[in-house]
T-cell receptor
Framework: AAGVIQSPRHLIKEKRETATLKCYPIPRHDTVYWYQQGPGQDPQFLISFYEKMQSDKGSIPDRFSAQQFSDYHSELNMSSLELGDSALYFC?????????????FGSGTQLSVL | DQQVKQNSPSLSVQEGRISILNCDYTNSMFDYFLWYKKYPAEGPTFLISISSIKDKNEDGRFTVFLNKSAKHLSLHIVPSQPGDSAVYFCAASEGTSYGKLTFGQGTILTVHP
């Protein structure tokens, strides 16, 4: 079965550079979530989209922006990268159905800022 | 401010025995709780969930118990298998934001053959 695809798997950037992370949800899923997991930390919710509209916002820095496109894939754009942005970024997709909503996570993009 | 806490960073269990993973939360607005399992280099995988209107949910070898008055939930795995060795995350959500999860720090479960 198709899973959530994230690209790239690994990304190395310098401070103050920009990065774009991509997420391809499971076919027919209408909702995408982005999470950030720092070293030794729990995943933190960043932002979510439902039917291409932002649905919820968490602890996402102003330097980050995201969108969901007409084909439901999503991109997380990160500018003016800082050392503290080094983390594992997970994307998850779901079919919004209330309490029975289940998130399916991708394998993540490991971002290293040097 | 850690709203979901897993106070045991690790747990070691013998194959065939019961594994009990614990989770505490502080936000009384949480009304939906989930357990996720994570292997290295993979994303979290959904295991089992429970709504705040229930106190127990069972799925095969996995049972989740919820004690709302104590703001505590636990995951029981019986019998434990070596393939269960992974990091287990407790997570919670509130209201209709079912996918906006607050995670605990995770517990590393090791099941020895």
């Amino acid at each position: 079965a198709a899973g959530v695809i994230q690209s790239p798997r690994h990304l190395i950037k310098e401070k103050r550079e920009t990065a774009t992370l991509k997420c391809y949800p499971i076919p027919r899923h209408d909702t995408v979530y982005w999470y950030q997991q720092g070293p030794g930390q729990d995943p933190q919710f960043l932002i979510s989209f439902y039917e291409k509209m932002q649905s919820d916002k968490g602890s996402i820095p102003d330097r980050f922006s995201a969108q969901q496109f007409s084909d439901y894939h999503s991109e997380l754009n990160m500018s003016s990268l800082e050392l503290g942005d080094s983390a594992l970024y997970f994307c998850a997709s779901s079919l919004r159905r209330g309490e029975n909503e289940k998130l399916f996570f991708g394998s993540g993009t490991q971002l290293s800022v040097l | 401010d850690q709203q979901v806490k897993q106070n045991s960073p690790s747990l070691s269990v013998q194959e065939g025995r019961i594994s009990i993973l614990n989770c505490d939360y502080t936000n009384s607005m949480f009304d939906y709780f989930l357990w996720y399992k994570k292997y290295p280099a993979e994303g979290p995988t959904f295991l089992i969930s429970i709504s705040s209107i229930k106190d127990k949910n069972e799925d095969g070898r996995f049972t989740v118990f919820l004690n709302k008055s104590a703001k505590h939930l636990s995951l029981h795995i019986v019998p434990s298998q070596p393939g269960d060795s992974a990091v287990y995350f407790c997570a919670a959500s509130e209201g209709t934001s079912y996918g906006k999860l607050t995670f605990g720090q995770g517990t590393i479960l090791t099941v020895h053959p």
